[in-house]
Nanobody, 114 residues
Framework: VQLQASGGGLVRTAGSLRLSCVVS????????MGWHRQAPGKQRELVAR???????YYSDSVKGRFTLSRDIAKSTVYLQMNSLEPEDTAVYSC?????????WGQGTQVTVSS
């Protein structure tokens, strides 16, 4: 399983960004995908997750501002991030989980300026 993330960048407070993560390889057993983030000096945090049945989870810190969606035909998940705050500055990494192994994409930097 390989994951390719894209879409990070620099944005001002209250701005928006959309992250994309394309998954390829042996994806038939993937049952969850999502995004973590890690800011300097902080622990990695699960931001959002979507499971095979379409159920989503959001951390309290992003609920109402971030939306996770997927395009099954394109094997892609998207993280739409609105109303960004400086506290959202972090390296965002997508992941895929098949029930016993977690696969990671490369991180993408999101920087929100005040």
């Amino acid at each position: 399983v390989q994951l390719q993330a894209s879409g990070g960048g620099l944005v001002r407070t209250a701005g928006s960004l959309r992250l994309s993560c394309v998954v390829s390889g042996s994806i038939s057993r993937i049952n969850a995908m999502g995004w973590h983030r890690q800011a300097p000096g902080k622990q990695r945090e699960l931001v959002a997750r979507i499971t095979n049945d379409g159920s989503t989870y959001y951390s309290d810190s992003v609920k109402g501002r971030f939306t996770l969606s997927r395009d099954i035909a394109k094997s892609t998940v998207y993280l739409q991030m609105n109303s960004l705050e400086p506290e959202d500055t972090a390296v965002y990494s997508c992941y895929a989980y098949n029930g016993w192994t977690t696969y990671w994409g490369q991180g993408t930097q999101v920087t929100v300026s005040s």
